[in-house]
């Protein structure tokens, strides 16, 4: 136990502490406490708190801390903010490096400047719904309001962390439950057909998702067939894989003579620097089937880069720029998008070509086929994604839906056309 006070030096301004006059009066500065417990870590870490009137109410609060577990103790002391540091810095290596990045964006951009001042012992549901009620407030850089989708994300941050903390015993509960959050639909892409395009050249307004149909993938791929990188563009338009996915493609994943690319990595870039890991989930690990012509196109590319270099090492990246260095998967976002806008086409993603390619897929393919080649881990995800089904798929199916009617229509009334006989 000591006490302190704030009295400073008149001359230098530095508090005087110890060296003040008055501290041997009853009643001047405030008592202070220092304890002993065991961290979240299974170390022992000094806790001190003060601001107390009297020895007595600094020894009876020191008291009362050290009755309590070691990690209700330090959840006394810690703010929301170190915990969220601390939390991150574990979890760092365990998770995709991009996860962890958006977590730790996530955390220092809405979190903390919110609640970071708050004691995480005493963190309740009532100051997380007023934190999520200004979250739900402010808008992004295009002016709109944040997304209900953010928003749930931004939530589920904030409860993964709060669930470790319960775990280890530093809170009874998590405030991040049972929050009031603004219901959103997930907003679906739709096609770039004539009518869309049409407003959207008269007036530049677009929707928020969209993919091309088949007469734009086609006028897209007819103007850059003399890109270097026309094979990179080829295979995202048919088969669909990750721009990280389609980056990392080393020549020993490709089979030519079976006609067979295996995706079994992944790049990713993360503030400039580049690193290679798996897919995004365990189902991104798959083999896609290549027809003649994706064979033909590979086979011209890997000749051509034999004529340029000499030799073409199977451990090399297929897709590079002329110097020979590996390309990378936001230099494709920021080419893709350079391509769209020179070509005059209506603007898209490079990752709504992917989907263009799970929707042109859709005619006539099981399901499950087309979960497996999108390397997604739920064929829920596979279905949202193939609600934009092309036009024409769509009236197919209503003429085959038809013809199906039909048929026992004319079976039923040729029946009855022979009972009556």
Known sequence: MYRRCA????????QLGARCPRRAEPGHGRWYFAVMVAGVDGRRVRVRRGGFATRADAERAGWDLLQLPG????????????????WLSEIDGQLRPTTVANYRWIAHRYLIPLLGGQRLGKLRTKQVQRAMDVICRQRVRSGRLISPGSVHRIRAVLRSALSEARRQGMIG??????????????????VWDGEREKAWRNTGI??????????????????????????????????????GEIAGVRWEDIDLFAGELT????????????????PKSAAGVRVLALDEVSVRILWAL?????????????????????????????????RFA??????GLPPVRLHDLRHAAASAAAAGVDLKVIQHDMGHSSAV????????????????????????????????????GASQA
């Open 71 to 86: 990690a209700q103790a330090v959840a006394r002391t810690w703010t929301l903010r170190r915990w969220l540091e601390f």
């Open 302 to 334: 890997w000749r051509e880069q034999l004529r340029r270099y000499g030799t073409v090492d199977p451990k090399a990246r297929v897709f590079v720029h002329r110097n020979g260095r590996a390309v990378r998967p936001d230099w494709l976002t920021r």
């Open 7 to 14: 009295c400073r030096s008149e001359e230098t301004g530095r």
């Open 381 to 416: 995800t596979t279905a949202d994604t193939c609600v934009t089904v092309f036009r024409q798929t769509g009236h197919a199916a209503v003429r085959a839906t038809a013809e199906l009617l039909l048929s026992h229509a004319r079976i039923r009334m040729s029946l009855e």
């Open 263 to 278: 995706i079994r990595e992944q790049v990713i870039v993360i503030d400039g620097v580049e690193y290679l890991g798996p």
């Open 206 to 243: 677009r929707p928020r998702v969209a993919v091309w149909d088949v007469p734009h993938v086609a006028r897209f791929l007819e103007a850059v067939q003399d890109d270097p990188l026309f094979a990179l563009w080829w295979l995202v338009a048919l088969r669909g894989p990750r721009r």
């Open 173 to 190: 509960h998590n405030p991040a439950w049972r929050l009031r959050l603004p219901s959103g639909a997930r907003p679906h892409a739709v």
């Open 338 to 343: 350079t391509l769209v806008t020179e070509l």
